[in-house]
């Protein structure tokens, strides 16, 4: 097997897709409520990458502020033809419905993207024949009207990409083995075969990898006599929920599957902190089959730090800052505090479905977060967030003689919270994330270990330490993962820098 880290791209980077061009690796995944949307990585060897950028900088775009949590833009396909980049995605529940973005440039600008009238489904991929037909395959899960939840497996329409429309009504493909969501569809070309891959079994733990193949894009489609030719369902492989996977030749002159993958904790392997993550696998073709390898873990080594130091105005600039329905630059300001980072409350919480919130993708399962905020002037601290109903804080509040820091665990509708006061001024708040102990004990059994801390000058104060079981994939029933960030309630508070440690034990 080829040496090369795994997770490919660590944190919250579901669904990926992959395309190769000239010499250099272009990938996307899926954002969910968050913007910007659809996060481009780049590479030129498969193993290192940068975010470059993203495909939806501008909400019109995407159009999530009114989706609910769990749907918006699910599931990208990146191809490449005649000099152009196409992003073809759903976003579930939005206006947007099927849409094609288009660029020269991957790192963007993007266009404002076609809509693809016609298609009711998720997870669309793009593919071209020889005579330049252009076909979308995806799965047919119903996501508006009558059809809503219903599922037709996996479909294909020729479109007219120009004019933004079906050029006929859907036909059924081969949709796998029978087991349950048939989707993530990705069509291949490779010699005189075209292969399908798709995804079945649902994105947990019954996730899985199917193929089948034809000598015409619209099938039939014969299926492999080995599905799935992936899967770690029923295994104790540390990497689960593997799938969704998409197919690219590798420098050396192989085959390589990207997929999507978990890394759950604790004694029972139950809890996955980080959400769905990019990995990758080599694939060996015997008989014109591929069959890929087990996805194996190799943690990429040593500490990664990050210092954001809000003094200098391209701190904003990193393309891997998020705003929830809302873009980071609508949230955040480095010119109204010169030096410093300002957020200005609206009156909502990480409770509410826009809050006022700037975050970053969770990369380590060892990992610590921390600021330093003046709350003289509003309400605001420290976030990780996993959806409205599921979230961590940190919250400092000033009333001219003290500053209060309050620590607060939310879960479905409970809510505990542990308070400490210190003189007024500014305070400094971290959170710090550990894998849980090993063997027998009640720590073992739950997730990773949240570890609330604040201080002022000498005096350190902590509040909690949590089991973050109820901030993982599983628990929060989330598709995306965590996110740690800054928040503001009320007024206008302002922060000197963000730093993130992250390492793999």
Known sequence: MTAR???????????PSVVLVDGVYHLVTSSFEYLPGLPVYRSTDLVEWTHVGNVATRPEQVQVEGVVTGCGVWAPTIRHRNGVYFVIVTVAMSPRGCVVFTATDPAGPWSDGTTIDGID??????????DGTAYVTYSGLGTTGEDLEAHHGIQQVRVDLAAGRALEPPRSLWSGTGAMFPEAPHLHRRGDWWYLVIAEGGTERGHAVS????????????????????????????????????????????SALVLLGVRPLGLTRAFSPLGRETF?????????????????????????????????????ADPGWLGVRRTPDEVASTTESPGRLALTGDGSTLGSTR??????????????VSTRIDASRGVGGLAARYSEAQHVELEARCDGTTTTVTGRAVVTGLTQSWSHTFPAGEVS????????????????????????VAFSGEETAELAE????????????SFTGRVLGLYAVEGTVTFAELRYTGCEE
């Open 280 to 316: 990758a696998t080599d694939v060996a073709w015997v008989d014109d089959w591929p069959f890929p390898a087990p996805v194996e873990l190799a943690p990429r080594p040593g500490v990664d730090e990050e210092v954001f130091d809000f003094s200098d105005p391209a701190a904003l």
């Open 429 to 452: 708040l971290r959170m710090e994330m550990t894998p849980p102990p090993t063997g027998f004990t009640p720590e073992a059994l739950g997730g990773d270990r949240i570890r609330l």
């Open 121 to 130: 489904g998720i997870d669309p991929d793009l593919a071209w024949d020889d």
């Open 211 to 254: 193929v089948a193949r034809s000598h015409s894009p619209q099938g039939p489609f014969e299926p492999c006599p080995a599905n799935p030719v992936l899967t770690a369902r029923g295994t104790r492989c540390p990497i689960q929920n593997t799938g969704h996977a998409d197919l690219v030749d590798t420098p050396d002159g192989g």
């Open 466 to 477: 949590l089991d973050g079981r109820h901030w993982s994939a599983e628990a929060a029933v």
């Open 5 to 15: 880290p795994n997770p490919l791209i660590a944190g919250f980077n579901p669904d």
């Open 355 to 368: 809050p006022c919130f700037l975050g970053r993708r969770q990369r380590h399962l060892t990992a610590a």
